[in-house]
């Protein structure tokens, strides 16, 4: 057993290394990458450590006010969203170091993109409402120059919706947890306390990606893939459903929604997200613009189990948490080789790359049949376990989100499969001559993509021990009600 | 024995995935198929005298794993899947090497697709549970839509993409059957006579409205494949954009894995006894009913002999449908009976119509007049499976139409019980109208035709997969009673 105490070291390592960068002008790109994948190594480590052997008790940081409290607490809920991020985290940064192998601004890129790093470990290792909704501002802070690194004025504009998005969701999302701080769920009439957990929840739906407020996301595909790949498919979207996931189970508790037009509310609205999600990504020809629209969708798959409300829904929603995760960072990683190698963004322009880019490809095939949900690959069995939660909650809107997952997993199958064809089966009028000379990605590119494919099998074919973690953790939930 | 059952999987699996790989001249690469393709009949061949047998691969949770199972059923559709791709494979590997054109793909992809292809279709014949099947059945969607877009053109990759997104959206109607009755049903494994409606279904009772819905979008959702009415539309389109042998596996044997897939659910998962009656089965009968002569209508309508033989097979495969959907054991005899007569017709037909364009680029109907007298062998080949096809005695389509029939009027349904006969005779017709005007304008051309060339045949690789098939038909028909025998003896548990 560790301390708990040593929560804030893991915490304030990346964040402090990160800043230390330009302190000690650590410029040059071999420099860069030692100081990043070391850093980021022993974060993983320190992460993975306290993830195995931390003790679950809370460790007191800050007292503002007898309300206002920073406090940390590493449970097991909070361990399942840190043990995504530490097992993707090193993954991207490898990646990554041959993504910006020429851009002169790099140690700016993983100054920022270490720092996040920390700032995601203290999302999932807040131990209460307040802490959380400080960490998730920080997200916010450190994410936003990763964003707008290139410095064109589309990544800049694409910032700005991004910024304006988050904090204004995160205002909302500090209304409804100072209502519940100042213990207004206990004085107010239901009705009132519903209406504040509905703010909650669409102030952090921002993160997740909820419609209506889905809008930054596609915009947020300017930015450099790493980026793209792991916030924007991983760490802060995931954040973002993390935390409704906390307001929801730890904060309000299920009691007050379950059963009632909030949960159908928040169902119908996960259901027209996935479908609008959808929908728009088969409409997409910019290829990771459509990746994009894929993660809204899916996001709300983890909604949808979220706002089932029942363990069988939260075991759906973290598995698919973390499947997705791994699958969608992939996806992403395999958009991101082919525009560094040809600078090619749009679907059309993949004809017939099968050939030359093989294993980049292949891994992006896995993640194409993974996502669509075919077994034996990890997609499988996430969404097999939301079909069987809505089977079980046997209400009419459950049905109806079961429904819209099935459709949605047939536009997956349209906008990832037509993908894979174009790759690798092109017209016979496609024109193959500009492709001559296309290599496949680098080392540091492939290994990563390998790495993260045969980690999509492996948990697809032996996904016992993840399934236990996350009905574990949904039967804790349970069992202790709203105590956060 | 029980690792035989993998070994039947691995083998074209693994030899389809390595092919590319040898990066051999044509020689090698069709020896090295062929000698796949013989294996593979072999192992099932000693498969098919071994006993019942179960065989876990992996469990991912209690409810889902994957098994695989040898059974009756399993042996009739991997002798047929055994026995239907060397016959076919042979004959591509003439019929293919004037194939590979400029633009399309390289032969060696074709091979290799067809052995994966075929690595699928035989873990959905020995899957034991409806995971397993569920699994192997997304896997023939994907591996074999390569097989439609071979010569890739425009048309041939719309075609490939229309079949691949009726196999997946199906399969995801499917899917909406398999997780509800993963919860209500007390298991997803393969039982004779299935778990629902029969003793001890109480929970099926109190969700009766819920699991007779999920049960008919099931089967709707899995008769994509097997191109029944309203998701029949892919067929007529992709059947004809593949090269010969490909359009003749995928009607002859890969459609039939949608035949399979619904006689899995119903009778081993759902059990007929729960449908027996009730408006889904109506419904059924009623959707196969109309897809049997729809399908021979427009098969009767069409001038291209490939879309015209389609049309036909979307029509045939519902005749088996019907059966199966009758719920009584004459229907079902019959609707296995007519997978199989279907099958070695079906294929002998697609052959057939490969080895026209082999020689000359016959592809409407109006070409062939006359063709008697240049392949008469092939046109032999052509008329007897259209007989079989027709339904005419000794041939199998006879003695299988006439089980259905009988199953038909056995069932005692109101309406459906005659109207049921009434319809496939009306089809029968219309087959006969469709195929016999070939054979009669090939063997007699009239007074003006000009003499093009005599008997100039396909050569041995192409007749003699035709000529097997073609005595195939007669002889499944003559020893029809040792299969019928066999099959009410042996499905009698699930009724």
């Known amino acids: ?484 | 024995m029980k690792i035989l059952m993998l070994f039947l999987i691995l083998i074209p699996a693994l030899s389809g995935a390595l092919l590319p790989v040898f990066r051999m001249k044509r020689k090698g690469n069709l020896i090295y198929t062929g000698a796949a393709l013989l294996v593979s009949l072999v192992l099932a061949f000693v498969l098919l005298f071994a006993s019942e047998a179960e065989l876990v691969l992996f469990s991912m949770t209690d409810k889902l794993r994957v098994s695989l199972h040898l059974d009756l059923l399993s042996k009739v559709f991997m002798g047929l899947a055994a026995c239907g791709f060397p016959l076919a494979g042979f004959f591509a590997f003439r019929y293919m090497e004037h194939e590979e054109k400029e633009g399309s793909f390289k032969e060696t992809t074709f091979y290799s697709f067809y052995l994966l292809t075929l690595a699928a279709l035989f873990g959905m014949d020995l899957s034991g549970n409806l995971i397993a099947m569920y699994f192997f059945f997304e896997m023939l969607t994907l591996l074999s839509m390569p097989l439609v877009l071979f010569e890739r053109t425009k048309e041939s990759i719309a075609a490939a993409l229309k079949y691949l997104f009726y196999s997946v959206g199906g399969a995801f109607l499917g899917l909406a059957a398999l997780f509800v009755l993963a919860v209500y049903a007390p298991s997803l494994d393969f039982v004779p006579g299935g778990y629902l409606g029969g003793a001890g279904a109480e929970a099926s009772e109190a969700h009766r409205t819920l699991l007779l819905v999920m049960s008919l979008l099931g089967i709707i959702g899995f008769s994509a494949k097997a191109g029944m009415y309203p998701l029949h539309g892919w067929l007529p389109t992709a059947h004809p954009e593949a090269p010969a042998p490909a359009s003749a596996v995928l009607s002859g044997i890969i459609a039939k894995a949608g035949v399979l897939a619904i006689i899995r659910l119903l009778y081993y998962v759902i059990g007929p006894n729960f449908l027996r009656g009730t408006w889904v089965q109506i419904t059924l009968l009623s959707l196969s009913l109309l897809t049997v002569f729809m399908g021979s209508m427009m098969a009767y309508r069409e001038k291209n002999l490939k879309k015209r033989l389609a049309y036909s097979s979307v029509s045939q495969i519902s005749y088996a449908l019907f059966g199966l959907f009758l719920l009584n054991p004459a229907g079902f005899s019959g609707g296995i009976l007519q997978v199989l007569a279907h099958a070695a017709a079906k294929i002998c037909l697609f052959l057939t119509a490969g080895s026209f364009i082999y020689h000359g680029n016959k592809r409407m109907v109006s070409d062939l007049r006359g063709i008697g007298k240049i392949m008469p062998l092939t046109l032999i080949a052509f008329t007897l499976a259209s007989l079989s096809l027709v339904g005419i005695p000794p041939f199998s389509g006879f003695v299988s139409k006439w089980f259905l029939a009988q199953g038909a009027l056995e069932s005692g349904i109101s309406v459906l019980s005659w109207l049921g006969p009434v319809i496939l005779l009306i089809s029968a017709l219309l087959t006969a109208a469709y195929l016999f005007p070939i054979t009669v304008a090939g063997f007699f051309p009239g007074k003006d035709y000009q003499e093009e060339a005599r008997n100039r045949e396909g050569g041995a690789l192409m007749l003699i997969p035709l000529m097997i098939l073609a005595v195939g038909t007669l002889l499944l028909g003559v020893f029809s009673g040792f299969f019928s025998g066999l099959f009410e003896q042996g499905f009698a548990a699930l009724f």
């Open chain 1, 1 to 484: 057993m560790i301390s708990s105490a040593f929560l804030l070291p893991v915490i304030l390592f990346p964040i402090l290394s990160g800043a230390l960068m330009p302190v000690l002008r650590i410029r040059e790109r071999r420099a860069v990458r030692i100081y990043t994948g070391t850093v980021t190594l022993l974060t993983s480590g320190f992460a993975w450590l306290m993830i195995l052997c931390a003790e679950d008790l809370p460790v007191m940081l800050l007292q503002f006010t007898r309300d206002f409290t920073l406090k940390l607490r590493f449970d097991s809920c909070g361990r399942f969203f840190a043990g995504i991020a530490a097992t993707l985290w090193p993954l991207t940064v490898c990646y990554a170091f041959e993504y910006l192998e020429d851009d002169p601004r790099q140690h700016v890129f993983f100054t920022w993109f270490t720092m996040a790093y920390g700032v995601t470990l203290g999302v999932s290792m807040a131990g209460n409402l307040f802490s959380l909704y400080i960490f998730y501002e920080l997200l916010t802070l450190t994410t936003v120059p990763l964003v707008m690194h290139t410095g064109t004025p589309e990544a800049i504009r694409a910032a700005r919706t991004y910024f304006a998005f988050s904090l204004g969701g995160a205002a909302f999302a500090l209304i409804s947890i100072l209502y519940l701080i100042f213990g207004g769920a206990g004085k107010e009439s239901l009705t009132v306390t519903r209406i504040f957990y509905v703010i909650g929840v669409l102030g952090f739906g921002v993160k997740a990606a909820m419609f209506p407020v889905h809008a930054w996301l596609p915009k947020a595909s300017v930015a450099p893939t790493p980026v793209t790949a792991l916030l924007h498919a991983v760490a802060v979207v995931k954040a973002g459903v993390f935390a409704v996931t906390r307001l929801t189970y730890f904060g309000y508790g299920t009691e007050i929604a379950a059963g009632s037009w909030v949960q159908y509310l928040l169902l119908v609205l996960a259901a027209v997200t996935i479908l609008y999600g959808a929908a728009r990504a088969v409409r997409e020809v910019h290829w990771k613009r459509r990746l994009a629209y894929s993660t809204v969708a899916n996001l709300s798959y983890i909604l949808f189990g979220i706002f089932l409300m029942s363990p069988v829904g939260l075991t759906g929603a973290l598995l698919h948490m973390a499947f997705h995760a791994e699958i969608k960072i992939l996806a992403f990683f395999a958009a991101g080789a082919v525009l560094h190698r040809t600078g090619r963004e749009y679907i059309f322009e993949m004809n017939g790359l099968g050939r030359k880019m093989k294993v980049t490809f292949i891994c992006f095939t896995v993640s194409a049949v993974a996502l669509t949900g075919i077994p034996p690959f990890a997609g499988f069995i996430s969404k097999w376990h939301l079909l069987l939660a809505a089977a079980e909650e046997n209400t009419v809107w459950a049905y109806v989100g079961a429904g819209v997952i099935l459709l949605a997993a047939l536009l997956t199958a349209v906008y990832m499969l037509g993908m894979v064809r174009i790759a690798w089966f092109p017209g016979k009028d496609a024109d193959l001559s500009k492709n001559e000379t296309v290599r496949d990605a680098g080392p540091w590119m492939l290994v990563p993509m390998v790495i993260l494919a045969a980690g999509i099998l492996l948990t697809g074919l032996f996904p016992g021990i993840v399934i236990r973690h996350a009905q574990a953790i949904a039967e804790t939930v349970r069992a202790m009600g709203g105590e956060f």
